[in-house]
Each structure stands twice: as structure tokens, then as C-alpha cells.
């Protein structure tokens, strides 16, 4: 009944804001535009299409908010109008109370909040759909912001994501395409990533190890935190200096070389993913700024830490060698690739997935970003891989809104970037210190500790497993211990070959100091 109300209170809004003129657009029944037209009958839409679809989504929710905020960046694919209506979901949308802030604030530190700060701002900076942002400052002079999470999140999403399920369950169960979309994994993700959104201590952690991972990059800045007022419903940073990246013209007045912002920002995003395994998943304009500080000047901002993505090892591997694979144009070895990872059926003919890849991406190579769309891509991409069969992987879904993310970016920085020249030679690079002779040198030398732990007990093990006693002589234990020794000699191989990685291991961190 909850699910029923839910659908009742989206469809109400739908139709009050008259978001039906888009969503029926497709519809060829001739009854069903009669029906809404009753239903709707004397409504009046004086408010732009763009305002519209902006306070709906804000009504709807969070999670509305969210997809509102994706769309927003994807100007290719929306009008002018509409898209500047929705970029106000990054950061404008209508805060609550004053007086409900500094309250929270009070709950969450059990204090005047006069006894916490010299100055506390009641106007937010910023406002979005699951927070808002207070400027203050410390009794030790330090400017800080407050960020609050907006009471009451929590009911509301779960609500939503237990509708979500619902629907999922209702496409897994009936859907031809079920089984190979994951719906229900992919809801399970989201339902991760926005719990781990209201936990502003996560948040706190997520932006601290962001800030390690970046300070020899020199491209972005991260604030720091205040760890001693840090908690769940409200946490406190450094003041971050910076202009929106959405004011472009602003950035110009200033200095700022947008060509070379566009191309650092598709740095930032690979090194992030294929480095470190761990970025930004939010990265609308809202959440971005650009410092114009002497010191720090043409810098990336970051803001707003709640939703990070994360890839294991076999994920990165295997991601770059798709995109290498993809900038050399070997959609041979990107079909290969998709076998080899259980993606496809094993019976799927490489050569068929090959030449179908090969007309999805070969027209839009050699190609500005304002002459090529991603999403026109992935779109094709997605029509390819329900031919194919082609599973969907849930721990990718971050990663590919993150994508879309950075494309439109790039797109409002610069249309005439090359997205696929900029990062081909930082995926070079990685896969050369992965897989190259540098990358195996840095391998033994991580695993030279263990290697020296090992080698002492090496003697003792190898005289076990020669030397293991008979208790029975029966032929049955016989040919058992028979086959251990077998298995004991293989043993040994294994273990004088990991000594002689080691040993040199050992030297070569030995000989470092005078290599160079």
C-alpha cells in the first residue's frame, strides 16, 4: 500500500506540473491522451517547460534530484532553457530553516552553538537535495563549513528505494532482458551509494582519503577535515576559496586557461580510476570549482564527497585494456576481452561482436566533444549488448554516470577537446606500470617484506615435507603419500622460485640508492 501511495503521489505530480506533455509524447493510443486530458482538465501551465520539470523533481525527491543533476550536464541533449533550469539542483535548491540548522547543529555536538563557533552564518551558501552548507568560523579564527544533513532523508529514500525494488523484481521476473540487466543488483548499488550519502562520517573519510590520494597530483584540492566535529548528521571542513566552474566567463576575466581546465579534468577523472581506484562520483558543475588564488591558481575544487566509486584491481586491468584497446581501434581485442571476462555468452563469434563494436565506435573517432555525444554512444553500446547478450555489471553503473558526468564538463569547458587523445596516453602510461618491466620491479619490491619473512622458515618447511613420517603402510596410504610427494615437490619448486624473487627483490632495493 506504502509502494501504491508512492505511485499515486509521482503521478499527481507528474501531471500537475504537466511533465505529461513530454512523457506521453511517444504514446500513438489516442485514448490515452483523452484520458489525461479529463483527468487534467482546466489545469493551468503558465510557468516554462525547464521551471516545471525543476520544482517537480525537487518535490518528488532526492533521488529525482539526483537524475535531475546528471541531466543537467548533458546540454547536447537538452534545450538551453531546460538545462539552465536544472543546473539550480546542483547547489539551489530551497533550503530549510535557519533555526532548524543551528538546531541540528546543537543536537549533533550537545552545545550552544555559540560554544562551538565565533561566527556561524544562518544563510546556507549552498542547498541540494540531501544537505545544505553553513560558512563559519572557529574560536581559533579558522574558516570552516558546516554541511547538515536535511532532516528526515532517510524515510524518504528508503521509500523510494523500496519502490525501486519492487520494480526491479517486477523486471527481473518478467522482462526478457532480466537476467542480463541485473535490476536488482543495480537498485542493491544505488541503495549503497545513497545510505552511504546520509552517513556524513563516511563522507568525512571519503573526502580525507581523496585528499591523500591527490597531494602529488597538483590539480585538485580537497578540504580537510575537522575530525573533533565531525558526526553522522553534521560535519565540519576547511572553507574552500574557489569560483563555480559553471562561471566560465568569470573564470576567463580571471586568467584561467579553459583549454588546458578541460584537459586537466580528464587527467583528474583517469587518475582517480585506473591509479588509485577510488573517485568522484558526483562530479556536477555544483560540486566543482576552480581556484584563482596566487598560490593555488587554476586549480580543481572539490566539493561534496558522499557518493565515491571504487573498482578492484580486475576491474581496472580489464577497463584499461578495453579503452586502449578502443583508442587503437582493435575492436577485435575489445570483443576478446568481453569473452574472456564471462560478459558474453562463450559461444558468441568474435568476429560478429567485433565488426558490431566496429560500427558503434568507428564514426566517432577523430572527433571534437561538440561533434560526437557519449551518451549517443553508450546508447548504441547498450542496443549492441542486447544483441549480444551481454551482462550488465552493477560495480560499473557509478562509473558510467561518472563518465557522463565528466563528458559534459569537458563539453561546457571546451567542445573542441579530444576526449580520446587526452586520456589515450595516461592509459598508456598506467598500463606500462602495471604490466610493464617497471611495473614488475615495483610488484617485488612490495612483496620483498613477506618474501623475507618467508625465506627463514624455508629449510624448516622443505625438511617437513621430505621427511613427513609413515604411520601405515597400507597400499591405499601409499599411493596417498605418494601423490603428496608429488605435491611436496611442486611445493619446493614453488618455494625456491618465490626465494629467487625475492633475493632479488632484496637487491634490487638494495642497489636502488645508487641507480637513481
Known amino acids: 500500500?506504502?509502494?501504491?501511495?508512492?505511485?499515486?503521489?509521482?503521478?499527481?505530480?507528474?501531471?500537475?506540473?504537466?511533465?505529461?506533455?513530454?512523457?506521453?509524447?511517444?504514446?500513438?493510443?489516442?485514448?490515452?491522451?483523452?484520458?489525461?486530458?479529463?483527468?487534467?482538465?482546466?489545469?493551468?501551465?503558465?510557468?516554462?517547460?525547464?521551471?516545471?520539470?525543476?520544482?517537480?523533481?525537487?518535490?518528488?525527491?532526492?533521488?529525482?534530484?539526483?537524475f535531475g543533476q546528471v541531466l543537467s550536464t548533458r546540454r547536447d541533449l537538452l534545450p538551453d532553457d531546460v538545462a539552465d533550469e536544472l543546473a539550480r539542483l546542483q547547489d539551489d535548491v530551497p533550503p530549510f530553516p535557519a533555526a532548524v540548522a543551528r538546531a541540528l547543529v546543537e543536537k549533533a555536538f550537545k552545545r550552544p552553538i555559540e560554544a562551538i563557533f565565533a561566527t556561524f552564518e544562518a544563510e546556507p551558501v549552498a542547498s541540494?537535495?540531501?544537505?545544505q552548507v553553513h560558512f563559519a568560523t572557529l574560536k581559533d579564527g579558522r574558516e570552516?563549513?558546516?554541511?547538515?544533513?536535511?532532516?528526515?532523508?532517510?524515510?524518504?529514500?528508503?521509500?523510494?528505494?523500496?519502490?525501486?525494488?519492487?520494480?526491479?523484481?517486477?523486471?527481473?521476473?518478467?522482462?526478457?532482458?532480466?537476467?542480463?540487466?541485473?535490476?536488482?543488483?543495480?537498485?542493491?548499488?544505488?541503495?549503497?551509494?545513497?545510505?552511504d550519502e546520509l552517513d556524513l562520517v563516511r563522507e568525512a573519510a571519503n573526502g580525507a582519503q581523496l585528499r591523500r590520494n591527490m597531494e602529488g597530483l597538483d590539480l585538485l584540492m580537497v578540504p580537510e577535515m575537522v575530525w573533533d566535529l565531525c558526526t553522522q548528521s553534521v560535519i565540519v571542513m576547511e572553507r574552500m576559496k574557489g569560483v563555480p566552474i559553471s562561471q566560465r566567463q568569470r573564470l576567463r576575466d580571471a586568467g584561467v586557461d579553459i583549454k588546458k581546465l578541460a584537459?586537466?579534468?580528464?587527467?583528474?577523472?583517469?587518475?582517480?580510476?585506473?591509479?588509485?581506484?577510488?573517485?568522484?562520483?558526483?562530479?556536477?558543475?555544483?560540486?566543482?570549482?576552480?581556484?584563482?588564488?596566487?598560490?593555488?591558481?587554476?586549480?580543481?575544487?572539490?566539493?561534496?564527497?558522499?557518493?565515491?566509486?571504487?573498482?578492484?584491481?580486475?576491474?581496472?586491468?580489464?577497463?584499461?585494456?578495453?579503452?586502449?584497446?578502443?583508442?587503437?581501434?582493435?575492436?577485435?581485442?575489445?570483443?576478446?576481452?568481453h569473452l574472456e571476462s564471462g560478459w558474453v555468452p562463450a559461444g558468441t563469434r568474435v568476429d560478429e561482436l567485433e565488426g558490431a563494436i566496429r560500427a558503434v565506435c568507428e564514426p566517432h573517432f577523430d572527433r571534437p566533444l561538440k561533434d560526437i555525444s557519449l551518451g549517443q554512444v553508450l546508447l548504441r553500446l547498450f542496443q549492441t549488448s542486447r544483441r549480444f547478450n551481454v551482462e550488465i555489471q552493477p560495480q560499473l553503473v557509478l562509473l558510467q554516470k561518472t563518465l557522463l558526468n565528466v563528458e559534459g564538463l569537458g563539453r561546457q569547458l571546451d567542445p573542441e577537446l579530444d576526449l580520446w587523445s587526452t586520456a589515450k596516453p595516461f592509459l598508456e602510461r598506467w598500463m606500462d606500470a602495471q604490466v610493464g618491466v617497471r611495473g614488475l620491479f615495483e610488484r617485488m619490491k612490495k612483496e620483498a617484506p613477506h618474501y623475507a619473512q618467508l625465506l627463514p622458515e624455508l629449510p624448516r618447511l622443505l625438511h617437513q615435507a621430505l621427511h613427513r613420517p609413515h604411520r601405515e603402510e597400507s597400499p591405499a596410504l601409499l599411493a596417498l603419500l605418494a601423490e603428496q610427494r608429488r605435491t611436496n615437490r611442486l611445493l619446493t619448486a614453488v618455494l625456491l622460485t618465490a626465494g629467487g624473487f625475492a633475493a632479488g627483490a632484496a637487491v634490487m632495493a638494495w642497489l636502488q640508492p645508487w641507480m637513481g
Open 263 to 337: 584537459r586537466d579534468g580528464v587527467t583528474i577523472f583517469f587518475t582517480q580510476v585506473f591509479r588509485d581506484g577510488f573517485f568522484h562520483a558526483d562530479m556536477h558543475p555544483g560540486n566543482i570549482q576552480v581556484s584563482i588564488a596566487p598560490a593555488t591558481f587554476g586549480r580543481y575544487v572539490a566539493l561534496d564527497f558522499g557518493i565515491v566509486g571504487t573498482l578492484t584491481e580486475v576491474d581496472k586491468e580489464y577497463l584499461a585494456q578495453n579503452f586502449i584497446a578502443f583508442f587503437r581501434r582493435d575492436y577485435k581485442r575489445v570483443a576478446e576481452l
Open 128 to 131: 541540494a537535495s540531501i544537505a
Open 1 to 66: 500500500m506504502r509502494h501504491l501511495a508512492r505511485l499515486i503521489y509521482i503521478v499527481v505530480t507528474v501531471l500537475r506540473y504537466g511533465l505529461d506533455e513530454v512523457a506521453l509524447s511517444g504514446f500513438r493510443q489516442r485514448w490515452v491522451r483523452v484520458m489525461v486530458s479529463v483527468v487534467t482538465f482546466g489545469r493551468r501551465l503558465d510557468a516554462p517547460p525547464g521551471q516545471r520539470l525543476r520544482e517537480a523533481l525537487e518535490r518528488l525527491g532526492p533521488i529525482f534530484v539526483k
Open 144 to 195: 570552516v563549513a558546516v554541511k547538515v544533513l536535511r532532516p528526515g532523508m532517510l524515510a524518504i529514500i528508503d521509500d523510494d528505494l523500496s519502490l525501486l525494488r519492487t520494480l526491479a523484481r517486477w523486471i527481473d521476473r518478467w522482462s526478457v532482458d532480466g537476467k542480463r540487466l541485473k535490476p536488482r543488483e543495480v537498485v542493491a548499488e544505488f541503495d549503497n551509494y545513497l545510505h
